[in-house]
């Protein structure tokens, strides 16, 4: 009989193309996805895997086997979450992603609480951007991300997914105290199309965002610093280098020297939790997405 685990390795190196992303995406070594591998060959007696270059491919059996390996690991899935839904319990393991700023703002209300309401879950997570959130999700290697959508810019979503309301965030424009606008109480984006901008890395989802809004008004952006923590962002703010979008959730205590400003026309963006559509009837997931609402309650 196939091993559940080898075909799950086996299924991860055809969603991830590499030996290191398998790795990586299954928390194991390299050496260890080697090593189910060689056993499964050995189970099924033909070869998976072959050479190319210095990485692995699939052989054709191997693509043929790892087919079948996504629709019995989908299953295998389905019938966890249908005999957890049936038991009605919190229970067994939940692997959750999140963007940094709601990693930092609601990860740690919202898990404290579920380890305290739920002793028998296991929970583990990760730091990730959201379109690898959603990929990760999508592959299997998470069970629920928190993502977001900004107003005018959604996130891209596959189908296969299921998503939940979390909270809207508020987004202001940092400026150091010196700023010729840190004295309003409003401000416009375009109040600032002659000043450097300091921003997110380039082609992030955010960053894209930002650039796509600055120049919807007409405004080609003079992107000075590329850093991905809103600290860090923040610090360079401080000193007087840029300005930056500085949303609220996460952010933590404003350095001394900066100030943050309303934006007049509310810049804002909608933060969801995200989890595969076979899983949607597990206990955990539910308890999941009550718990990031209630820290996001605490948060605001």
């Not at 189908?159 to 004295?183: C, F, N, P, Q, W």
């Not at 997110?200 to 610093?225: N, Q, Y």
């Not at 969801?272 to 076979?278: F, K, L, P, Q, S």
């Amino acid at each position: 009989m196939l091993n559940l685990e080898r075909l799950r390795t086996l299924d991860a190196l055809a969603r991830h193309g590499s030996v290191s992303g398998a790795a990586e995406g299954l928390h194991i070594t390299t050496s260890a996805v080697s090593q189910q591998m060689s056993k499964l060959e050995r189970e099924v007696g033909q070869q998976l895997l072959a050479k190319n270059g210095r990485g692995v491919r699939l052989t054709d059996a191997g693509r043929l086997l790892a087919d079948h390996a996504a629709r019995i690991l989908s299953q295998v899935e389905l019938a966890q979450s249908d005999l957890e839904a049936q038991r009605g319990q919190v229970v067994g393991e939940l692997r959750l992603a999140a963007f940094p700023t709601a990693a930092r703002g609601l990860f740690p209300a919202a898990i404290a609480a579920l380890r305290a309401a739920h002793p028998g879950l296991r929970i583990g997570s990760r730091e990730i951007e959201p379109e690898p959130a959603v990929l990760a999700v999508l592959r299997g290697d998470h069970d629920l991300a928190v993502v977001l959508d900004w107003y005018n810019k959604p996130l891209p979503m596959p189908e296969g997914l299921v998503k939940a309301s979390i909270v809207d965030d508020t987004a202001d424009v940092a400026m150091s105290s010196a700023h010729r606008h840190a004295h309003r109480d409003e401000v416009d984006l375009e109040d600032f199309a002659d000043d450097d901008w300091i921003t997110w890395g380039e082609g992030a989802f955010c960053d894209e965002w930002l650039m796509h809004t600055l120049r919807s008004k007409g405004i080609e952006p003079r992107v000075a610093h590329r850093v991905q923590e809103h600290p860090t962002q923040l610090a360079l703010v401080g000193a007087g280098l840029g300005v930056c979008v500085a949303p609220r959730l996460g952010r933590g205590p404003v350095p001394q020297g900066v100030r943050t400003v309303p934006v007049r026309q509310s810049v804002s963006r909608h933060i969801y939790a995200v989890w595969r559509a076979d899983a949607d009837r597990r206990p955990s997931i539910r308890a999941a997405v009550e718990a990031l609402k209630s820290a996001a309650l605490k948060a605001g």
